[in-house]
């Protein structure tokens, strides 16, 4: 007879609480090209694609840029005296870019022309991009406030003398170029000789909107969000996968597409840069699953985003794996289940680079299996409060089997400071749905 014991607890702050395709005749390829986090001096803040389809450029706050595929570096700004880069574009040959800074300032490299910038001039807003005509021989900048300034670039209209909901965060050009679009932060988009084919303006989202990108087939736009969330929009217009799974390390900066591929990229601040397509699966950041240990880990973790996104109505944020709660959470299991002593954690020790963080322990005798523990937990007010909880965002799994083939768990939760006040549930929500409440394996 397996014997399971499971407790929790959540703490806020530092107060306790018990837990409640191309142009050319080129041949079109699947779009695959992926980098990992880097140690940067400045954040990467923008994401321009070659038009091959193989590889592409990030831009930094402080004017870099980095390459990877078959982007070629051009040179960069970083030695140079600017306002923050705020942008990138590349021109349509793959053999230059221009980057723009905040004040409007541009550089350009390679074959991108200098038509002009902003730079000594009085804006009553900040830039926030920049996008190149289809001919590559102009571009466009774009205020906070929707004003556009084209250098060699048709002007087709602006929302500088709209009152805003949200700030203006990015624009696409159409393939033509005799238009384009806006998209402010809550994913409102104002068309420009353009065609208008939808917005998240009207959808509540967990993240805001940080930019977009014109499909190459000119007929639709793709918009990303702070978490890596992606909306499409327009015909012929798949969705190959989001990066809200991705792991942490960094907000999500920009989207890019290529007439050369098949799909789309995601940049995040570190640098890391994923691509979607049919051969580029979205990326899952889960435990390594070499050990049975790390296994149901990951199993553990897959459940608990199952059981946020079976209750659509609450509009919880996936969870995404953290690897320092992990490593706590990791050490935890193993010192419990070592000394057969089952208690939680100084939990609030954790507090400070999280200001609201909970825990979950469960164990069981030899037989028990994690998906049993995982279904426990949901049975217990406390343990579905903290993994319904809106205002949590991230968590890490520890499993230890005992030598004797006991079971011991910890989940433990967190909201990273960065991430301001958490929401609260109204409400501790049912029990029902379960959506994993299948056996799992055990030590």
């Known amino acids: 007879m397996s014997v399971i014991v499971v407790t929790a607890v959540a703490v806020a702050g530092s107060i306790g609480l018990q837990p409640t395709t191309p142009a050319t005749a080129a041949p079109v390829h699947n779009a695959t090209t992926s980098s990992v986090a880097l140690a940067l001096a400045a954040p990467v803040v923008g994401l321009a694609a070659t038009p091959t389809g193989r590889g592409y450029w990030r831009a930094a706050s402080d004017g870099g840029v980095l390459t990877a595929g078959d982007a070629r570096f051009y040179g960069s700004a970083s030695g140079w005296f600017h306002a923050p880069i705020v ?46 005509t289809p001919n590559g021989q102009g571009y466009w900048l774009v205020a906070s406030d929707g004003g556009i ?11 500088g003398a709209i009152r805003l909901n949200k700030p203006i965060v990015g624009m696409a050009s159409t393939p033509s170029g005799k238009g384009y679009w806006l998209v402010a932060s809550d994913g409102g988009i104002f068309a420009f000789h353009a065609p208008f084919l939808g917005s998240t303006g009207s959808i509540h989202l967990n993240q805001p909107i940080v930019g977009m990108a014109a499909l190459t087939n000119g007929k639709g736009y793709t918009l990303v969000a702070r978490d890596g969330g992606l909306f499409r929009y327009g015909v012929s217009s798949p969705f190959f996968g989001s990066a809200v799974h991705a792991c942490p390390g960094g907000p999500a900066v920009a989207v890019a597409v290529s007439p050369g591929a098949v799909g789309y990229w995601i940049a995040f601040a570190d640098a890391r840069t994923y691509a979607f397509s049919p051969s580029s699966p979205a990326p899952q950041c889960a435990p390594p699953t070499q050990t049975l240990t790390q296994q149901m880990a990951a199993d553990l973790f897959a459940r608990l985003n199952a059981e946020r996104a079976a209750r659509p109505d609450l509009h919880l944020p996936p969870l995404t794996w953290d690897p320092t709660l992990a490593s706590y959470a990791t050490g935890w299991s193993v010192n419990m289940g070592s000394t057969n002593n089952f208690r939680h954690s100084d939990i609030g020790s954790l507090l400070g680079p999280y200001n ?70 109204a409400t501790l929500p049912p029990v029902d749905p379960i959506a994993r409440p299948d056996g799992g394996q055990h030590c």
């Open 87 to 132: 942008g990138i574009a590349a021109t349509p040959t793959g053999r230059g870019y221009w980057l723009t800074d905040r004040n409007g300032a541009v550089f350009a490299f390679g074959d991108a022309p200098n038509r002009g910038s902003m730079w000594n001039k009085r804006l009553s807003h900040p830039i926030v991009g920049i996008a190149a």
């Open 149 to 159: 300034f084209g250098f060699n670039a048709p002007f087709e209209g602006s929302t």
């Open 356 to 425: 609201y963080v909970g825990e979950n322990i469960a164990a069981g005798s030899a037989g028990t299996t994690d998906g049993a523990l995982h279904v426990a937990w949901m049975h217990s007010d406390g343990h579905r409060a903290n993994i319904l909880a809106p205002g949590f965002t991230r968590v890490g799994v520890g499993v230890y089997c005992a030598p004797g083939g006991g079971l011991w768990l910890t989940e433990d939760f967190g909201r990273a400071a960065t991430q301001g006040s958490p929401p609260m549930a």
